[in-house]
């Protein structure tokens, strides 16, 4: 996949991919789940069961220390795992090109914080003043 700023298109996929197809445009969420454990299942996402080697540490993410062995997201190609379950495809056209850079950080540490899931009760706050 190309990425910038966590956006990019799908380049190849691997043999378990069946949702996505080369081409499509997609955003890569920092945070990595298989979306099959129960934390993931529950919308905990960002503290996935399996996806972090290190024992007894849940979740895991790019580029953070003791997150995963997964290098920094904003590289020019990105080997992307559980492809189907993490990255959002994104609507064709450049209308809201900046607004996805949100998909990538912003909403994948609230959302799933929350639970993804209706009446999971998010909110959107103002910055203080």
Known sequence: MLGHENMGVVE???P?????KVGDRVSVPFNI???TCRNCIHGWTSFCLRVNPIEGMD???YGY???GPYDGGQAELLRVPYADFNLLTLPAGSE???DFTMLSDIFPTEGPAHGDRPGAGQAVQPAAA
């Open 12 to 14: 190849e996929i691997g």
């Open 16 to 20: 378990g991919v069946s949702r996505l």
């Open 33 to 35: 789940g298989c979306g």
């Open 59 to 61: 979740g895991a993410a």
């Open 65 to 67: 220390a003791n997150m």
């Open 96 to 98: 809201h090109e900046n």
